[in-house]
Every structure is written in structure tokens, then in C-alpha cells.
């Protein structure tokens, strides 16, 4: 596609539920990035793949956390046993991420709106 | 360590000159980048800085970077209401996958 296609726009989940949420990054992108920005708060890194390389998870908040890559292209971010902290805009973004001396301009989706009631 | 930091927020009035500040900490950047985000909207690239310049001009923006004091700042000239957003700074680290580590963000508010 044109640009990082995220699904859903909004959702609106019960506590204790789990979701799922979809990135589709830009064709033949290989970094891929997930952020989470709360209300007034900044962009807080999540999770971060690069081609084959084992993803850097260092900024998942807790093991209800997790995120997939599916033959290095669209992503899956997985929240179990949600709670209402977990409501924030989850942003994902992707880049060409490869040579160093090229610039790494991340584009980013829309964002995925959840809110757990 | 890969902390990158901005003061919060910023109110100018039109016609003004805005200067968002943002400070890191790690000195083996590669690329220093502005994000601009609209209200509703998702981040798009405003402009970048290889770590090896001083400064960049691009219209009414310019960067510039003090690599010794780790400080990167954005100038607006003559801002406009439609440059309200939230301005965020990032950079790509030497060695670090070209992973990018983005700062707070900083609230423009611009006033009549």
C-alpha cells in the first residue's frame, strides 16, 4: 500500500479481555516499530523489528505485552488480560531501516485508538 | 543511554519565532529527525540533520545541533496557528539497527 495501514482505528474492549492490534507496514520496509501515546504523555517506545534480527522488546511494559512479525511484513501486537492503564493510541511505524548511511525516516500509521472500559 | 528529552510545552504568539529544544544523550547518532503531529493525525518526518552538520535550513525551519552539548533545536520563523502540533525529536544510533528513539514531544500552542 501507499502508506502504514493500521486496523482497527478505534476499539473499545472490556477489562480482562485481550486484542489485537494490526500494522501493515510500507512494502519492503524491514524496521517496524510499535509506540503507545497516552493522553498527554509522549510517544513511549514498545517493540522494535529489523529484518531477521531478534526483535528489541525492551520497552514492552509487562508480559501481558507481545508482538509478532509475519514474514518480515505485517505485525501483530497483542495485549492480554487488558487493563484500563493499557487504554492509549498504539502507533506503528515503519522505515527502510537498513543502510547507515542513509537517512531512517520512520512513517507512521494513523494509530489504533483503544480504550478498555 | 538512549534518553532523548523536550520540555513539555511551548505557547508563541503568531507571527512569532518558535525554538523547541530537545536534549540526548547518547553520542554515537547518526541522524537527528523532527516528527511533526497534528491534532488526529499521525507523526510525519519534518525535516533531519546528519550528525555531522551544524545546521540546516529548510524554509521557514532551522536546525541546529551543538553535538558537544548533545543539543538539537528547531526554529520556526514568523509561525503561523497552523503550525500548532506537537513537535517531537528523534535520533538513529551508530550500531543500534538504525533503531530510532524518539523524544517526549513538545506541545505548540500558537496564539493570535
Known amino acids: 500500500g501507499a502508506g502504514v495501514s493500521q486496523s482497527p482505528s478505534n476499539k473499545v474492549t472490556e477489562k480482562g479481555k485481550d486484542v489485537e492490534l494490526r500494522c501493515d507496514p510500507i512494502?519492503?520496509?524491514?524496521?517496524l516499530y510499535w509506540y503507545r501515546q497516552s493522553l498527554g504523555q509522549g510517544l513511549e517506545f514498545l517493540i522494535y523489528?529489523?529484518?531477521?534480527?531478534?526483535?528489541?522488546k525492551s520497552g514492552l511494559p509487562s508480559d501481558r505485552f507481545s508482538a509478532e512479525r509475519t514474514g518480515g511484513s505485517v505485525s501483530t501486537l497483542t495485549i492480554q488480560r487488558t487493563q484500563q492503564e493499557d487504554s492509549a493510541v498504539y502507533l506503528c511505524a515503519s522505515s527502510l531501516g537498513q543502510d547507515l548511511v542513509m537517512n531512517t525516516e520512520a512513517f507512521f500509521g494513523q494509530g489504533t485508538r483503544l480504550t478498555v472500559v | 543511554g538512549e534518553d532523548v528529552e523536550q520540555s513539555l510545552f511551548l505557547s508563541v504568539r503568531e507571527g512569532d519565532s518558535s525554538v523547541i529544544n530537545c536534549t540526548y544523550t547518547?553520542?554515537?547518532?547518526?541522524?537527528l529527525y523532527w516528527y511533526k503531529q497534528e491534532p488526529g493525525a499521525g507523526l510525519q518526518l519534518l525535516t533531519y540533520?546528519?550528525?555531522?552538520?551544524d545546521m540546516k535550513q529548510d524554509q521557514r525551519l532551522t536546525v541546529l545541533l551543538n553535538k558537544k552539548d548533545k543539543h538539537l533545536s528547531l526554529r520556526i520563523a514568523d509561525t503561523q496557528t497552523g503550525d500548532s502540533a506537537i513537535y517531537f525529536c528523534?535520533?538513529?544510533?551508530?550500531?543500534?539497527?538504525?533503531?530510532?528513539?524518539f523524544g517526549t514531544g513538545t506541545q505548540l500552542k500558537v496564539e493570535l
Open positions: 512494502s519492503g520496509h524491514t524496521a
Open positions: 528523534a535520533e538513529s544510533l551508530t550500531g543500534g539497527g538504525n533503531k530510532l528513539t
Open positions: 540533520i546528519f550528525s555531522n552538520m
Open positions: 547518547d553520542s554515537s547518532s547518526t541522524y
Open positions: 523489528f529489523q529484518g531477521n534480527s531478534a526483535p528489541d
